[in-house]
């Protein structure tokens, strides 16, 4: 398991005095600030956050260091990542994003599926995308406890119980 959890984007800047667009991926939206500070690839000493307000696609938000338009425009598109000891712990029937990604997909005999390459949330339920082994090409796998019926983080793996032609 990561060390570090996607929990939001940057969609730019937001006004003039370097406030950003912030975007949550989190369940609960206004607690990404709780779990700061929050990393990037170019600031590994990480952002403390303080969210001003609501706006349309997220929050006007602060984060320390960034204090003009200009540098809170050049942090656009950056992915935000928080400590996972900082994040709350999950039910037994709920995983991180990135917990899945990476994991073995076997079907009910056994047999390989390939590897969880990415998870996808397009609003009506979470698909997994599996490459198939020794291909390009991948399914996209509807993340239900009927289709996926077994999820082993210690053991690497996930059992899917695919609909026919699905693979």
Known sequence: MSKRIVVGAIAGAFGTAGEVRLKSFCAEPEAIADY????TEANPGGYSVTIL?????????????VTTRE???????????????????????????????????????????????????HGAGDLLEVQMPGQSATVLVPFTRTIVPTVDLAGGRIIIDPPAGLF
């Open 53 to 65: 307000r609501p706006v349309k696609g997220g929050f006007a938000a602060r984060l320390s260091g």
């Open 71 to 121: 540098q809170a425009a050049a942090l656009r598109g950056t992915v935000l990542l928080a400590d996972r000891d900082r994040l709350p712990d999950l039910p037994d029937d709920e995983y991180y994003h990135a917990d899945l990604i990476g994991l073995v997909a076997l079907d009910t005999g056994g047999a390989p599926l390939g590897t969880v390459k990415a998870v996808h949330d």
């Open 36 to 39: 700061a500070p929050l990393y």
